[in-house]
């Protein structure tokens, strides 16, 4: 019994999980939206048959993508995150306590409205007293925003569709101006595998506004070839210069201090899209 999904990862290489049930399929005014029960990884949220997350591995992804920036800010207060609408990336930014407001801009209600339903363990936190959700295209607004924030995590689709402006220089310009003078951003950007170009790309365009641009990596299986990276722009806090008095005990599983420095050693070919 069940059907098979394959994500076509490249024009010739695929991953493909086993479906036991659609809870939901719809297109979006923004994109084609499956919520799906798979055999291996729980419940599954696909945009545009593109594995977004899942209730077994989602943790490495939004706890690497919310701790590393948060640990190397001093003291974060304000926080944005662009995108992340099925709250993963949220439920962690709440673990710091020094987080008064987290925001979080999605421009599609309908993947909060279905992650709430279908994965309440990664989208539990959406609707905490810290938190303000507005489904409004990131893009504007970072471009309405003024030294706003302490840490932006941009957590988004990749460049196709609502997310394309999202991967600009343009945008990442916008950030550094919605950001406070110490503040720092982070992005998803893709795999070295697949979308190499991209990777190299982004990372000169924040290199050129950033004084601190560091690459880092962590191993999430059910995303394209299973080594991710995220792109961190910094004013002034270096993510390899935290002080040991810094981290605080959180509940986690895949984030740890040593691992906050050990992500950013690259393997060779990474860390040639830095040069
Ligand atoms: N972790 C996933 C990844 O790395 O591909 C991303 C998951 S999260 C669900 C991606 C979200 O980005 C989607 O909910 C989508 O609606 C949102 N998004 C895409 N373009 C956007 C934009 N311009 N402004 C705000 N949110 C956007």
Not at 67 to 80: A, D, G, I, Q, S
Not at 152 to 172: C, H, Q, R, W
Not at 218 to 242: E, R
Request: net charge negative.
């Amino acid at each position: 019994m069940g059907i098979w999904f394959t994500e076509k990862q490249t024009e010739n290489f695929g991953i493909t999980a086993k479906i036991n049930k659609t809870h939901h399929s719809e297109e979006t005014d923004f994109q084609k939206l499956d919520m799906v029960e798979t055999a291996e990884w729980g419940n599954m949220l696909l945009l545009d048959d593109m594995v977004m997350t899942s209730e077994k591995d989602e943790f490495v992804y939004h706890e690497m993508l919310a701790h590393v920036p948060l640990f190397t800010h001093p003291n974060p207060k304000e926080v944005l995150v662009v995108g992340g609408g099925d709250g993963g990336v949220i439920r962690e930014v709440l673990k710091h306590r020094s987080v008064q407001k987290a925001v979080l801009v999605d421009i599609d209600g309908k993947v909060i409205e279905y992650s709430k339903k279908y994965l309440p363990t990664i989208a539990g936190s959406l609707d905490h007293p810290r938190v303000e959700v507005r489904v409004a295209d990131g893009f504007m607004h970072i471009a309405e925003s003024q030294k706003a924030y302490d840490v932006i995590m941009v957590d988004s689709t990749e460049p196709v569709g609502p997310a394309v402006n999202l991967f600009t220089k343009g945008f990442y310009d916008g950030i550094s101006k919605a950001l406070k003078d110490d503040g720092i951003f982070v992005a998803q950007t893709d795999n070295p595998w697949f979308k190499a170009d991209l990777i190299q790309q982004v990372f000169q365009d924040v290199k050129e506004i950033f004084p601190v641009t560091r690459l880092y990596t962590a191993n999430i299986p059910t995303y394209p070839s299973g080594l991710w990276t995220f792109t961190l722009g910094s004013k002034i806090h270096d993510p390899l210069k935290v002080k040991e008095d810094r981290f605080f005990e959180l509940e986690t599983k895949y984030y740890t201090a040593p691992l906050h420095q050990a992500c950013f050693v690259l393997p060779k070919f990474v860390e040639d899209l830095t040069k």
